[in-house]
């Protein structure tokens, strides 16, 4: 064999064979009492059921995450595996990048597949805001380890005796950036006002999200797509009958620093409970199991922005606007324009920050989005953002829609995420 084939092996087309999730449900309601593993492990076995994966070797790997994980969650995908009905001797690993945690994992996957690495490989998330783990007070921690490092019985009891009352309330984890101490939501109201997103223009948004998912519903697109799970059958923050002028009666939560603030919980995403995935493969595989390709995994472009020290106030480096630098370079790339696609799929954190982050393109220079082409079963508003779930939600929505429309056709998909990055993608069927 010749040394560059084992240096630059062929790339293989990614297949999108399907995917599972649970409903999505809002935070302490019915998943209140459900860990991340039994959410992963239903839509694993969902998958099992869909796709007869049960056999030996029959995937090549899992690969999931949360971004809200229990120390006992350390080894979250390869603990899936073994609770599901997986081969047992499926290997796992668990990757984060906060909200892009689903789509990453997906990527991650392909890229093994591409590369011939594996034939077929599982990839998603969970994420439940019910079950967040509780911190140790970190005075209270360094107290405990004093008394685990003592020599003697006297020298624990005296390390001990240093415990105050106030060191025994718990840190309770907090939606706020590290290097800020501003929460998402203050964050996308510093670039709802950068770039001048209207409270109607949210609101419309936030209302369109929610008819076209429970259209979506009604039609019976999501029969394929989500199992029940724990008395839910479609997701708990769906309001069929939300309208614009429904949604304006509510009262700003975010910005109220401000005058003239935007963003309520209406044009917001709650905070959720929920899991899906996604399986993968290389045409070789899906043909020997007589599985048709929803879609192709073709391309998908990162990016960052400097939320602390940038140019956050003129809305540049906005928290959640790293997609609108990764959508232009992954366009550039692939030789594209929105009018190639067919379907635009932009996770919906904030109603402001899908607002924003069009408006950011077309100052960039691409074309408007046509917005009968943009989440047209309804996004993250109306679904809930159980936060590493909502990559594989949306790769597996767009892969079908592609198929349900038939022939050729393409997909973008645009997540951002905590900590100033963005995650995005392309799918094609062809």
Same mark, same amino acid.
């Given at each position: 064999?010749?040394?560059?084939?084992?240096?630059?092996?062929?790339?293989?087309?990614?297949?999108?064979?399907?995917?599972?999730?649970?409903?999505?449900?809002?935070?302490?309601?019915?998943?209140?009492?459900?860990?991340?593993?039994?959410?992963?492990?239903?839509?694993?076995?969902?998958?099992?059921?869909?796709?007869?994966?049960?056999?030996?070797?029959?995937?090549?790997?899992?690969?999931?995450?949360?971004?809200?994980?229990?120390?006992?969650?350390?080894?979250?995908?390869?603990?899936?595996?073994?609770?599901?009905?997986?081969?047992?001797?499926?290997?796992?690993? *668990?990757?984060? &990048?906060?909200?892009?945690? =689903?789509?990453? !994992?997906?990527?991650? +996957? %392909?890229? /093994?597949?591409?590369? #011939?690495?594996?034939?077929?490989?599982?990839?998603?998330?969970?994420?439940?805001?019910?079950?967040?783990?509780?911190?140790?007070?970190?005075?209270?921690?360094?107290?405990?380890?004093?008394?685990?490092?003592?020599?003697?019985?006297?020298?624990?009891?005296?390390?001990?005796?240093?415990?105050?009352?106030?060191?025994?309330?718990?840190?309770?984890?907090?939606?706020?950036?590290?290097?800020?101490?501003?929460?998402?939501?203050?964050?996308?109201?510093?670039?709802?006002?950068?770039?001048?997103?209207?409270?109607?223009?949210?609101?419309?948004?936030?209302?369109?999200?929610?008819?076209?998912?429970?259209?979506?519903?009604?039609?019976?697109?999501?029969?394929?797509?989500?199992?029940?799970?724990?008395?839910? *059958?479609?997701? &708990?923050?769906?309001?069929? =009958?939300?309208? !614009?002028?429904?949604? +304006? %009666?509510? /009262?700003?939560?975010? #910005?109220?620093?401000?005058?003239?603030?935007?963003?309520?919980?209406?044009?917001?995403?709650?905070?959720?409970?929920?899991?899906?995935?996604?399986?993968?493969?290389?045409?070789?595989?899906?043909?020997?199991?007589?599985?048709?390709?929803?879609?192709?995994?073709?391309?998908?472009?990162?990016?960052?922005?400097?939320?602390?020290?940038?140019?956050?106030?003129?809305?540049?480096?906005?928290?959640?606007?790293?997609?609108?630098?990764?959508?232009?370079?992954?366009?550039?790339?692939?030789?594209?324009?929105?009018?190639?696609?067919?379907?635009?799929?932009?996770?919906?954190?904030?109603?402001?920050?899908?607002?924003?982050?069009?408006?950011?393109?077309?100052?960039?220079?691409?074309?408007?989005?046509?917005?009968?082409?943009?989440?047209?079963?309804?996004?993250?508003?109306?679904?809930?953002?159980?936060? %590493?779930?909502?990559?594989?939600?949306?790769?597996?929505?767009?892969?079908?829609?592609?198929?349900?429309?038939?022939?050729?056709?393409?997909?973008?998909?645009?997540?951002?995420?905590?900590?100033?990055?963005?995650?995005?993608?392309?799918?094609?069927?062809?």
């Amino acid at each position: 064999m010749e040394m560059s084939s084992l240096l630059a092996p062929a790339v293989r087309r990614v297949a999108i064979i399907g995917g599972t999730r649970v409903p999505f449900a809002r935070s302490d309601g019915p998943y209140a009492t459900a860990s991340n593993q039994d959410m992963l492990t239903a839509v694993v076995d969902g998958l099992v059921e869909r796709y007869e994966l049960g056999d030996p070797g029959a995937v090549g790997e899992l690969v999931a995450g949360a971004v809200l994980k229990h120390s006992r969650d350390f080894n979250l995908a390869r603990e899936t595996v073994l609770g599901s009905k997986l081969d047992a001797r499926t290997p796992a690993y *668990d990757i984060q &990048q906060a909200c892009g945690t =689903g789509l990453q !994992a997906v990527i991650a +996957a %392909a890229n /093994k597949i591409a590369l #011939g690495q594996t034939e077929a490989a599982v990839a998603g998330g969970a994420d439940t805001a019910s079950d967040a783990p509780l911190g140790v007070n970190d005075e209270l921690r360094r107290i405990l380890l004093r008394a685990r490092r003592a020599k003697s019985l006297g020298g624990r009891v005296k390390a001990l005796t240093r415990v105050r009352p106030s060191h025994l309330v718990p840190d309770i984890p907090r939606n706020a950036e590290p290097r800020t101490g501003l929460s998402m939501g203050e964050h996308a109201a510093v670039t709802a006002r950068a770039w001048n997103i209207s409270r109607e223009a949210q609101d419309e948004l936030a209302a369109t999200s929610h008819q076209r998912l429970a259209a979506a519903y009604e039609r019976g697109f999501f029969q394929d797509l989500v199992v029940p799970f724990r008395g839910l *059958d479609r997701d &708990q923050n769906l309001r069929p =009958g939300s309208t !614009a002028e429904k949604l +304006a %009666a509510l /009262k700003p939560v975010f #910005g109220l620093d401000r005058p003239g603030p935007t963003m309520t919980a209406g044009n917001s995403t709650p905070l959720t409970d929920g899991a899906a995935v996604v399986l993968l493969a290389s045409e070789e595989w899906a043909a020997r199991r007589g599985l048709e390709p929803l879609a192709y995994l073709t391309a998908y472009e990162t990016a960052a922005v400097d939320h602390v020290h940038g140019d956050v106030a003129g809305g540049a480096d906005g928290l959640l606007m790293a997609p609108a630098h990764a959508v232009p370079r992954m366009l550039a790339h692939a030789g594209l324009t929105f009018s190639d696609f067919e379907f635009v799929e932009i996770h919906e954190a904030f109603a402001s920050q899908v607002l924003a982050t069009l408006a950011a393109w077309e100052k960039q220079g691409l074309e408007p989005v046509d917005r009968t082409r943009l989440n047209v079963t309804g996004s993250s508003l109306a679904t809930g953002h159980p936060f %590493a779930a909502t990559g594989a939600r949306i790769v597996a929505t767009l892969a079908k829609s592609l198929a349900e429309r038939g022939g050729s056709g393409r997909g973008l998909i645009s997540v951002c995420a905590a900590g100033g990055q963005g995650v995005t993608a392309i799918l094609e069927r062809r």
